[in-house]
């Protein structure tokens, strides 16, 4: 019941109870001056006794009208949805609602007399007394809170000098919604954050990379030069998976698939693994052998990635891992992983315990990395889940739903050398890209801006363009749309590359960063096949 509609009854009952008081005792002293009259002429006795029976006839309406006042304040406060309570000057229940006996879970006999302390929690009970002793009325700025941590809204009313009204009202689900909203705005900014810091370390990750590739490149090198390089190349590549996570958890991307072997995703996904394979026995099984699978090649291998991190990280070395991949009737693919180390803890398996349908992500509490991997398989309409195995292990199940067969594609073009215009304002990452491309026989030409690289158009003849999304003044998808509308023909040959792609502006071919000189070729050479003429 709102607090004015309780404080517009209250007062209508006050007005009439003064009303029939002032009647009452008008009724009494002309009954008393009646009696004083010896012998009172008849007009003014028939007078008298008609303002009495007036008056009387007025105090029953006023009566019959209170009691409608009454009952139809104790329906108002019988099934009023707040909590009613009504406490002596000693701040004591003297009476209680329906509402008020199941906010407690006792009856109003078993309410009646005590402190409304000894209801609430100790902080809460000793703030509300303290209030009500201050003689505080109407809305509580604060919430009280219960021994079993429901929070609740209060107002107070007082109704005589010994008499207040409180009224609660539980708003624990507001606070629980206002507690969420609190806490996604925070890992809204953590995933800015994130975000950003991938964009950051991105650029500088991709120069470590493919420096550490053009040495490693370069000819016979020292064994022990030859390790030294691997053991950076290994924990640049664990940076970087740690930066595609990162944005993937802050800046998810929908898959750009194509059919390609399940077996050489696992191989990329062992790749991406790294040193952390020496800590692991793995054996890998695909049935048949040629199974292939419809998804985001690199986005796959992210997700078995992650899967063997984690087991790594929580396992002792030695462990088994066993990948097992296979066909079922219906199209789908389903792929197991496997290990018999210590087991995944119970909130684990319960959190992956069902395919979560319509849900983006489990709890970021379980890791980033299997987090990720969870989603990824979401993002593919299929799921993952997991399981404990006996006597010891755990089971990693993913599912992936049936696609159709690949389309049909002319010849690939050949590996002939192009001549590739590189743009980006980080003068190291464009001499990396340009040593990378020049190795593979390409003739290179560099811009650090967009506004630059549209002077070079116009005046070499390029094959195709590789360029940063973010450049000073002019961004990377402007330039592609300069590119659209001058030179058609180049639109389909044009890469673009970013360490913080959150929404592009429109369709095309990217790269994410940090990327290493093989998913450049690849791209590059994907890129090229898919824009060329096809042969009948």
Request: aromatic share 2%.
């Amino acid at each position: 019941m709102p607090d004015e509609t309780r404080g517009v009854e209250a007062d209508r009952l006050r007005i009439v109870e003064a009303e029939l008081a002032a009647a009452r005792r008008t009724i009494a002293a002309l009954v008393r001056r009646s009696e004083r009259v010896e012998r009172p002429e008849a007009a003014d006795r028939g007078a008298l006794q008609r303002v009495i029976a007036t008056l009387e006839s007025t105090v029953h309406e006023r009566e019959r009208a209170l009691e409608d006042s009454e009952s139809h304040y104790r329906i108002l406060y019988d099934n009023s949805p707040d909590a009613i309570i009504t406490l002596d000057g000693q701040c004591r229940l003297v009476a209680a609602n329906r509402a008020a006996e199941h906010l407690f879970g006792r009856g109003q006999e078993q309410l009646v007399g005590l402190p409304v302390a000894s209801l609430l929690d100790t902080a809460s009970g000793a703030a509300l007394t303290g209030l009500l002793w201050a003689g505080f009325t109407g809305v509580g700025d604060v919430e009280v809170v219960l021994p079993d941590q429901r929070h609740l809204s209060f107002s107070v009313s007082r109704l005589s000098a010994d008499r207040m009204l409180l009224v609660l009202r539980d708003v624990t689900q507001a606070h629980r919604l206002e507690v969420e909203l609190l806490r996604t705005r925070r890992l809204a900014g953590a995933g800015r954050l994130a975000a950003q810091l991938a964009q950051e370390i991105s650029t500088p990750l991709s120069v470590v990379l493919g420096r550490i590739e053009l040495i490693e490149g370069s000819g016979r090198l020292d064994p022990n030069l030859q390790r030294q390089l691997g053991v950076m190349k290994d924990h640049a590549r664990r940076i970087g998976g740690l930066v595609r996570n990162l944005h993937s958890f802050a800046l998810p991307q929908p898959p750009h698939r194509e059919h390609f072997s399940v077996r050489s995703g696992i191989e990329a996904a062992l790749a991406l693994a790294g040193r952390r394979l020496e800590r692991l026995v793995v054996s890998v099984a695909v049935e048949p052998t040629d199974l292939a699978v419809h998804a985001d090649r690199d986005q796959f291998a992210q997700m078995l990635s992650n899967l063997i991190a984690t087991i790594a990280d929580q396992n002792p070395a030695g462990t088994t891992v066993r990948l097992r991949a296979r066909a079922v009737v219906d199209g789908s693919v389903r792929l197991t992983v496997e290990d018999d180390g210590v087991g995944l803890p119970e909130s684990v398996v319960a959190e992956l315990r069902s395919p979560y349908s319509g849900v983006r992500q489990p709890d970021p509490g379980l890791g980033i990395g299997l987090c990720i991997a969870w989603a990824i398989a979401q993002d593919h309409e299929g799921w993952l889940t997991a399981e404990r195995l006996r006597p010891s292990g755990s089971a990693y199940h993913i599912h992936l739903p049936p696609v159709g067969a690949p389309a049909a594609v002319g010849p690939r073009a050949a590996n002939t050398p192009r001549a590739i215009l590189v743009v980006d304002d980080d003068q190291l990452l464009c001499e990396t890209l340009s040593l990378i491309l020049a190795g593979e026989g390409h003739h290179i030409q560099v811009a650090h801006s967009a506004e630059e690289a549209l002077v070079l158009l116009t005046r070499v003849r390029v094959d195709a363009v590789v360029s940063d999304i973010r450049l000073p003044g002019m961004d990377g998808e402007s330039l592609v749309e300069q590119i659209e509308a001058r030179w058609p023909h180049l639109l389909g040959r044009t890469l673009l590359c970013s360490g913080l792609l959150a929404k592009p502006r429109r369709e095309g071919r990217y790269l994410q960063k940090p990327f290493t000189s093989e998913q450049l070729r690849r791209a590059l050479a994907t890129m090229m096949a898919e824009s060329s003429p096809k042969t009948q």
